[in-house]
């Protein structure tokens, strides 16, 4: 059971020596890195290549450990109850169960994603500490104490907008996916375009590279929106030299609202556009 990345997913050696060494501990691997770098499309990958089922438990800003585990619908419960409805008899017909609770109790092992942890409040992660060391927790109003059957792959995602708490780093591998360099860039843009050309490519890439090594922009562009791009520039059929443009009036690259996300950056590249025109004037 190794994971070697799939024909839709280029991993780094990094990547696939920190996924089986989360497999190996049976630890939750908890994967950073940058917005856009394929950090939720691991976990969907994994479970492709382990042949395992998948279970996605993406967190927002409201969402509580608990809701992981189980709910109780009580207000369901006893407006029942009022009807004379003979349901309320049997606590468990308000029970709700949470991704933990499916995970644990999949008939086989499975892959279970915990997508964006730092979205939610500070506590989060400390509420979910014995529940995914123990791969137990315990329903108080049935009594029961629920235990994984087969203990899943947990993968959890962090864009880290949140620092984690250090009881909860210590239960985890901890991998932080790097921005691709130009060749690893290249094969996924082979996965996703073979048949693109390399010129585009090589031009593409070069422009993209100096966007993002540009100082003080707010976002930089992921590899996500990149393949948005090339994705436009094919559709478009935009000529290979002006994705290359030389002309300082036209420094922004064509379709650049796939790459910038937000009116600072454009403007920044607006007013390196006029420095370099007044520049060529002088």
Same mark, same amino acid.
């Given at each position: 059971?190794?994971?070697?990345?799939?024909?839709?997913?280029?991993?780094?050696?990094?990547?696939?020596?920190?996924?089986?060494?989360?497999?190996?501990?049976?630890?939750?691997?908890?994967?950073?890195?940058?917005?856009?770098?394929?950090?939720?499309?691991?976990?969907?990958?994994?479970?492709?290549?382990?042949?395992?089922?998948?279970?996605?438990?993406?967190?927002?800003?409201?969402?509580?450990?608990?809701?992981?585990?189980?709910?109780?619908?009580?207000?369901?419960?006893?407006?029942?109850?009022?009807?004379?409805?003979?349901?309320?008899?049997?606590?468990?017909?308000?029970?709700?169960?949470?991704?933990?609770?499916?995970?644990?109790?999949?008939?086989?092992?499975?892959?279970?994603?915990?997508?964006?942890?730092?979205?939610?409040?500070?506590?989060?992660?400390?509420?979910?500490?014995?529940?995914?060391?123990?791969?137990?927790?315990?329903?108080?109003?049935?009594?029961?104490?629920? $235990?994984?059957? =087969?203990?899943? &792959?947990?993968?959890?995602?962090?864009?880290?907008? @949140?620092?984690?708490? %250090?009881?909860? #780093?210590?239960?985890?591998?901890?991998?932080?996916?790097?921005?691709?360099?130009?060749?690893?860039?290249?094969?996924?843009?082979?996965?996703?375009?073979?048949?693109?050309?390399?010129?585009?490519?090589?031009?593409?890439?070069?422009?993209?590279?100096?966007?993002?090594?540009?100082?003080?922009?707010?976002?930089?562009?992921?590899?996500?929106?990149?393949?948005?791009?090339?994705?436009?520039?094919?559709?478009?059929?935009?000529?290979?030299?002006?994705?290359?443009? $030389?002309?300082? =009036?036209?420094? &922004?690259?064509?379709?650049?609202?796939?790459?910038? @996300?937000?009116?600072? %950056?454009?403007? #920044?590249?607006?007013?390196?556009?006029?420095?370099?025109?007044?520049?060529?004037?002088?």
């Amino acid at each position: 059971m190794r994971f070697t990345g799939t024909e839709n997913y280029v991993a780094t050696e990094d990547l696939n020596v920190a996924v089986n060494a989360a497999i190996a501990l049976e630890r939750p691997l908890l994967i950073k890195g940058e917005p856009g770098t394929g950090k939720t499309v691991l976990a969907i990958e994994v479970a492709k290549s382990l042949n395992m089922p998948l279970i996605e438990w993406h967190i927002k800003s409201t969402t509580k450990a608990v809701q992981g585990l189980y709910e109780y619908d009580a207000v369901s419960r006893l407006r029942d109850s009022q009807l004379g409805d003979a349901r309320v008899q049997d606590v468990k017909n308000y029970i709700r169960r949470g991704k933990l609770w499916e995970a644990f109790t999949a008939p086989s092992k499975c892959v279970l994603l915990i997508d964006e942890i730092d979205k939610a409040d500070i506590e989060f992660p400390n509420d979910l500490l014995q529940e995914l060391d123990r791969m137990e927790f315990f329903v108080y109003e049935t009594g029961e104490t629920i $235990k994984a059957q =087969n203990r899943p &792959i947990v993968i959890i995602t962090s864009n880290n907008e @949140k620092e984690l708490p %250090d009881a909860f #780093l210590r239960r985890c591998f901890f991998h932080f996916i790097r921005f691709p360099d130009e060749d690893t860039m290249k094969a996924i843009i082979e996965v996703h375009f073979p048949a693109i050309k390399k010129r585009l490519v090589n031009n593409a890439l070069t422009s993209f590279y100096e966007m993002r090594a540009v100082t003080g922009l707010k976002k930089k562009p992921s590899t996500s929106e990149l393949l948005d791009w090339l994705k436009l520039l094919l559709v478009d059929d935009i000529d290979l030299e002006a994705v290359r443009q $030389k002309d300082p =009036n036209k420094l &922004i690259p064509p379709l650049y609202g796939a790459l910038l @996300k937000n009116e600072q %950056d454009v403007q #920044l590249f607006e007013r390196l556009a006029f420095l370099a025109r007044r520049e060529m004037r002088t």
